[in-house]
């Protein structure tokens, strides 16, 4: 079946960069929109930022001209640079895809396992 592998995560300083990396694999018809999700301790999972088959980006105000988020659609890979870091970035990253298994079936929604990212201060 389809899987979300992400890589990337660590623990970094304040101020440094991080480089995420999300890989859809099995069997995959075509991707829609490819996304990052964060969650940390005791708060609910926000949108960081999606990127569109077509490559257009949204962001949170909260990351916004320090994220950026790109894709290798031949590799069906989503990237997310993360530069500037702050320690509020802290939480477990999740790379999240709307993918479409067979022709003429509806997309669905699949998620990585997560990745952890910690900025110490």
């Given at each position: 079946?389809?899987?979300?592998v992400?890589?990337g995560?660590?623990?970094?300083?304040?101020?440094?960069?991080?480089?995420?990396?999300?890989?859809?694999?099995?069997?995959?018809?075509?991707?829609?929109?490819?996304?990052?999700?964060?969650?940390?301790?005791?708060?609910?999972?926000?949108?960081?930022?999606?990127?569109?088959?077509?490559?257009?980006?949204?962001?949170?105000?909260?990351?916004?001209a320090?994220?950026?988020?790109?894709?290798?659609?031949?590799?069906?890979?989503?990237?997310?640079?993360?530069?500037?870091?702050?320690?509020?970035?802290?939480?477990i990253?999740?790379?999240?895809?709307?993918?479409?298994?067979?022709?003429?079936?509806?997309?669905a929604?699949?998620?990585?396992?997560?990745?952890?990212?910690?900025?110490?201060?």
């Amino acid at each position: 079946q389809v899987q979300l592998v992400e890589s990337g995560g660590g623990l970094v300083q304040a101020g440094g960069s991080l480089r995420l990396s999300c890989t859809a694999s099995g069997k995959i018809f075509s991707i829609n929109a490819m996304g990052w999700y964060r969650q940390a301790p005791g708060k609910q999972r926000e949108l960081v930022a999606v990127i569109g088959s077509g490559s257009s980006t949204n962001y949170a105000d909260s990351v916004k001209a320090r994220f950026t988020i790109s894709r290798d659609n031949a590799k069906n890979t989503t990237y997310l640079q993360m530069d500037s870091l702050k320690s509020e970035d802290t939480a477990i990253y999740y790379c999240n895809a709307q993918i479409r298994v067979k022709r003429f079936l509806s997309v669905a929604n699949y998620w990585g396992q997560g990745t952890e990212v910690t900025v110490s201060s």
